[in-house]
């Protein structure tokens, strides 16, 4: 992996990480373009960028990782138990789903779900929270489990929790921070878990290569972010729908 391919990686990873259009998906095109093998510097380097979008998380959100949010954290770890032992249950399964077809295919679907969300239950009198600190057990267990999609490839962790968080009713920002939150445990366990597995292939890879991904990748999460809630408090997520749809038949013409 060049210094390019690993800038160009790193800004993908870090811009749609934490916004309902599926990093993974981005990533599995942009690896295809860009030619790049799935090899130990790959595996390395994936490890690495996730690692960038977790210290992305903390540092928007230090202010929260205090003992006096003990009650959130709670809930948000109860929204990550389901889909921490679906995926752990079917890593195998899930593996076998990672096609650009598929991918294409939860683009559109996503794309949909957005603006039919956005048309039909997005209303006033159904937004009950726009403080996260309020969200309770029931609606924290509902998004954790409507993050289980999250795992078919192109769905979209960011975009699945959102959904979730806006049916029971959450605002949009706080929909949005829920999920921004709830990627922290989800990612370091899928970090962990991947250098647990691929951590013998770091000796034999660009060094360079992985500390201008972490940077990179750190530097457009951490913004994103930031700008991301700025977004919502003019617009809603129509503009997502809309790109989920076109990105997604652009990949069932470009790859079929």
Known sequence: MSIFDSIILGIIQGFTEFLPISSTGHLIVASKFLGIDQTSVTNAYQVIIQLAAIFAVFFNYKDKFTIKHISLWTKIFLAFLPIAIVGFIF?????ELFDITIVAIMFIV?????????????KEDRI???DIEKITIKQSLIIGFAQIFALIPGT????????GALLVGLSRKASAEFSFLLAFPVMSAVTFYDFSKHYHEFSSTNLIALAVGFVVSF????????L???FLQSFTFV?????????GVALLIIFN
């Open 91 to 95: 890593s195998s399964q899930i593996k």
């Open 219 to 226: 530097i457009v999460a951490y913004l994103t972010i930031k």
């Open 239 to 247: 503009a997502f729908g809309i790109y989920r749809i076109v990105f």
């Open 128 to 130: 009950t929270i726009d």
């Open 156 to 163: 979209s962790r960011a975009g699945a929790t959102i959904i």
């Open 228 to 230: 991301f809630l700025r």
């Open 110 to 122: 996503g794309g949909i779900i957005f603006l039919i969300v956005e048309k039909f239950f997005i």
